[in-house]
């Protein structure tokens, strides 16, 4: 088994470290020539159970800047709308 990490996964660990990422910086540390295609590789990994959220902002030279946030989850149970207990039939 290889104990190289795939630029898919230096790129999770990289946003899950609370920084962003652009597509220069992806290049020069990781090789990833196509940011955009490897993080919708990504956001589906990282998406898929709901407590982190992939987000896209533009960065001050207008180009497209990564990140990583944590999403509080919700309870169902809890979830109130306007301060009423939603009810299963207002569903």
């Known amino acids: 088994m290889s104990t190289t990490m795939?630029?898919?996964?230096?790129?999770?660990n990289y946003l899950a470290s609370g920084r962003s990422l652009n597509q220069d910086r992806a290049m020069n540390l990781f090789g990833v020539r196509n940011l955009r295609a490897t993080i919708s590789d990504v956001r589906e990994q990282v998406e898929r159970?709901?407590?982190?959220?992939?987000?896209?902002t533009e960065?001050?030279?207008g180009n497209a800047r990564y990140s990583m946030?944590?999403?509080q989850l919700v309870d169902p149970?809890?979830?109130t709308v306007g301060g009423r207990?939603?009810?299963r039939r207002s569903r």
């Not at 795939?6 to 999770?12: N, P």
């Not at 159970?49 to 896209?56: A, D, L, P, T």
């Open 59 to 61: 960065g001050r030279d």
């Open 69 to 71: 946030k944590r999403v």
């Open 6 to 12: 795939t630029k898919k996964k230096s790129v999770i």
């Open 85 to 87: 207990k939603r009810s």
């Open 77 to 79: 149970a809890n979830f």
């Open 49 to 56: 159970y709901g407590n982190w959220r992939i987000v896209r």
